[in-house]
């Protein structure tokens, strides 16, 4: 089945030790965006890569970056990774005009 | 800029009854798509349905309905015979009918419990 990957589903990092979160998609589609979501909340934007084009949400902090390297896979870095970027990481992936489709997420959390 | 306002933090149903979440938002926008979308305890986000603006029918499918009022920026979703599946945060989401990396704003969403 067609359908959105993320790895791992749970991340447990240090605070200020660097972290990678993966997304990968089977559904060719060419759009593919990262979101920030805490308990209770609408997921936050934090960026999107329409084909190899990268789009930084303006309030997203320089601590997090992107990596899209084919259109099959979307990674998200988190330089130094504080107490307040515990969080659920969702991955969705859309075509041109079309709803997202969401990955499982990954729940990180920094001690 | 658009906005998105679900005005029901918490709502509960019994099994088997029908249930209404409201949703209204704010575009100058003309050609744009909504969308309801479900997150249960698992947190993977579900699409439950989606409305083309441009379209007059209200879209449908199996249990869930929406009203969509365009005049009055209205899009609430029905679900009827609720199930204790059901069970989730709903969030209402609009999307601009843009070509290049369609962004959603999310409501802030409404907890649903169906209680058995």
């Known amino acids: 089945d067609a359908m959105v990957i993320q790895n791992p589903r749970y991340q447990v990092t240090q605070f200020g030790k660097p972290v990678t979160l993966s997304c990968s998609q089977t559904l060719n589609h060419n759009v593919m965006y990262w979101y920030q979501q805490k308990s209770s909340q609408a997921p936050k934007l934090l960026f999107h890569?329409?084909?190899?084009?990268?789009?930084n949400e303006a309030d997203t902090p320089d601590n997090f970056q992107s990596r899209r390297p084919n259109t099959s896979f979307c990674f998200l870095d988190i330089r130094s990774p504080g107490l307040g970027d515990a969080a659920m990481y969702l991955c969705a992936t859309s075509s041109d005009r079309s709803e997202q489709y969401f990955g499982p997420g990954t729940r990180l959390t920094v001690t | 800029a658009q906005t998105v306002t679900q005005s029901q933090p918490e709502m509960s149903v019994q099994e088997a009854e029908t249930v209404t979440l409201s949703c209204t938002y704010d575009t100058s926008e003309n050609n744009y798509y909504l969308f309801w979308y479900k997150q249960p305890p698992s947190r993977q986000m579900i699409l439950v349905i989606r409305q083309e603006a441009y379209k007059q029918q209200n879209a449908t499918e199996n249990r869930f309905s929406v009203n969509f009022q365009k005049a009055a920026k209205s899009f609430s979703l029905k679900i009827s015979d609720s199930q204790l599946g059901d069970t989730a945060m709903y969030f209402c989401?609009?999307?601009?009918?843009?070509?290049?990396?369609?962004?959603?704003?999310f409501g802030e969403g409404t907890q649903l419990t169906v209680n058995p």
């Open positions: 989401a609009f999307m601009k009918g843009e070509t290049s990396g369609s962004r959603l704003t």
């Open positions: 890569y329409y084909d190899k084009d990268f789009n």
